[in-house]
T-cell receptor, first 109, second 116 residues
Framework: GNSVTQMEGPVTLSEEAFLTINCTYT??????LFWYVQYPGEGLQLLLK?????DKGSNKGFEATYRKETTSFHLEKGSVQVSDSAVYFC????????FGAGTRLTVKP | DTGVSQNPRHKITKRGQNVTFRCDPI?????LYWYRQTLGQGPEFLTY????????KSRLLSDRFSAERPKGSFSTLEIQRTEQGDSAMYLC??????????????FGNGTRLTVT
């Protein structure tokens, strides 16, 4: 089965709402963890990453903390904007890069 | 260098035909990956190269699929005798091997294949 499980979408929020997208992973050893974003009509772009336990990745107001004890890497943003509307993918990299199924976020004005 | 480039952007073909896609990675990247993505799913790993060597291939990948990277630069992905189930977005990505597991993958915009 897939080694990355993320919150099912779609998620719809109003502008300035708080966002959490849950992600858990399975892997042997100590993988690196990533969040990618795919805006409409565009390719996947790296949003943030963390390479070891307790690291916090951050970019564009988004944050995620590598939690080894709960094997999680939840994505958060304190105040979403309409321009954050996209599909978000959690990924883990051990020997290969595995992705979750993606969570579609729609932010309404 | 503007990133990973894939051609064509779209390909429509009839069932049973062969198709070939091309990927040009970021020039200094020595690793190149192929993924497949269907609607509502995350990218599914197909295969990857380090330089010209194909190091891993998904066990789920049909033998109708073959990939090459003859000079360690661009890569081609060929699908023989296409089937309707092959319809998907085919993504190419590249990275630096030296960054280890922390090195992110940089993706192209993909080639969308439709098999009729």
């Amino acid at each position: 089965g897939n080694s990355v499980t993320q919150m099912e979408g779609p998620v719809t929020l109003s502008e300035e709402a708080f966002l959490t997208i849950n992600c858990t992973y399975t892997a042997t050893g100590y993988p690196s963890l990533f969040w990618y974003v795919q805006y409409p009509g565009e390719g996947l772009q790296l949003l943030l990453k963390a390479t070891k336990a307790d690291d916090k990745g951050s970019n564009k107001g988004f944050e995620a903390t590598y939690r080894k004890e709960t094997t999680s890497f939840h994505l958060e943003k304190g105040s979403v904007q309409v321009s954050d509307s996209a599909v978000y993918f959690c990924a883990r990299r051990a020997n290969d890069m595995r992705f979750g199924a993606g969570t579609r976020l729609t932010v309404k004005p | 260098d503007t990133g990973v480039s894939q051609n064509p952007r779209h390909k429509i073909t009839k069932r049973g035909q062969n198709v070939t896609f091309r990927c040009d990675p970021i020039s200094e990247h020595n690793r190149l990956y192929w993924y497949r993505q269907t609607l509502g799913q995350g990218p599914e790993f197909l295969t990857y190269f380090q330089n010209e060597a194909q190091l891993e291939k998904s066990r789920l990948l049909s033998d109708r699929f073959s990939a090459e990277r003859p000079k360690g630069s661009f890569s081609t992905l060929e699908i023989q005798r296409t089937e309707q189930g092959d319809s998907a977005m085919y993504l190419c990505a590249s990275s630096l091997a030296e960054g280890g597991m922390g090195s992110p993958l940089h993706f192209g915009n993909g080639t969308r294949l439709t098999v009729t």
